[in-house]
């Protein structure tokens, strides 16, 4: 008689075609079916519990069944499930909005609503392109984007377009945008950084410029040649997270984005992944010290439960699409579930969150007492470029072989749920494990490496 994983996983494969996988995969490696999850535990059917080491792909910020969300949630079902937008609105999206933007640079105070995080990277693709189609002359035409090398922006056909990771992108090219990538500077590689060797655990901090002059050059090259045909430049601040967790220097993010902004490119930041308390601060242009023209926002902001995407952009790229319909300057893009009121209530309960449990200065204490035992694992023949941005925690593994599928089913059977990315062994946990079970986590990584 099948237990009952077993059992569920058969239904499953029977049916379910599952994202970013190879379903081949699963011939050898177990679906692995989750009942139900508390706190930081997720449970399968035979009673199993594992860390959700990984946040459920980054997005759950307070845990599973958080108390709080779910009341939320609960109240606000008794009210409004769903409206539309278009001509409509609701509390809990004005709430919201009011919200964010007061955490947000003052530029930054007009909310565009979608479902996902692919999809926000789309309205500001689109935005931005039809902000200079509505303000330049057409005969300054700017039909290109630029975006860093190693990035990874979502998978619908625009973000696919600036992103940089062949394994998604390289079947699709002939359906893309045009893009243009520049260098994204790696520190570990950078001649200035030899005499640290492998020493440097916070890439982002570091602020002279000899660890990102030739990539600014090169920039700089781009730029003379195609700068007024580019409408955006598009980048993931502080931490590629896709792009095996590759973080680098805040400085280039701050001089690179000043360089584009000298020839009339926007700036789009994806803080999709990096938003929300995952780089230390509430949001990683904080720390750039730029204001993006288009600040695009998912994941963590329903806390992990339900889908939804926000664009913030300011009243000067508003007031380029405000006319009367007949001029055919309105941006028009929806998706059916933009703004629902559910997912809307989540998110107020996310920031009510961070608000009352003073989350981000938490968080600080916390992301240093987990880099301390982080750090026991730089010692590991196998382990290289060891580093960490707020709560990001990664580390490359040398070796010629794939190793997610292994470490994947060793960490299930020490109770610890991972996800590698090619080589790349990240922790990326809800905000509220505690130092113990980090180091828990830790030790058992460690473990899983000795049999590498």
Known sequence: MLDSNT????????????????????????????????GIYVYDMNGHKYIDCISSWWVNLFGHCNPTINAALESQLKELEHILLAGFTHQPIIKLSRRLCELLPPQLNKCFYADNGSSAIEVALKMSFHY?????????????????????????LGALSIGDLGLYKQTYMPLLLENITTPVPYVQSNKAAQDLKDTIIEPANLQESAYYEAELNALGAILTRYGEEICAFVLEPLVQCAGSMHIYPKGFVQKACAMCAEYGIHIIFDEIAVGFGRTGSMFALEQCGVVPDFLCLSKGITGGYMPLSVVVTSDV???????????????LHSHSYTGNPLACS???????????????????????AIATHWHTLQTHPKVENLRYCGMIFALDVRSTKRIAPFVMTQGLQRGILLRPLGNTIYFMPPYIITEEEAKYVVEQIGKILEML
């Open 7 to 38: 059992a569920m996983a058969a239904q499953d494969l029977a049916h379910i075609w599952h994202p970013c996988t190879q379903m081949k995969d699963h011939e050898q490696l177990p679906i692995v079916p989750i009942k139900r999850g508390e």
């Open 132 to 156: 200079h189609y509505n303000t330049a002359s057409h005969l300054q035409k700017r039909t290109k984007f630029l975006s860093l090398t190693n990035a990874y922006h979502g998978e619908t």
């Open 317 to 331: 790229i508003y007031e380029a699409f405000y006319a009367p319909y007949e001029e055919h300057k309105a941006f």
């Open 346 to 368: 989540a998110a107020n309960a996310v920031l009510d969150i961070f608000e009352q449990e003073h989350i981000i200065k938490r968080n600080a204490t916390l992301s240093q």
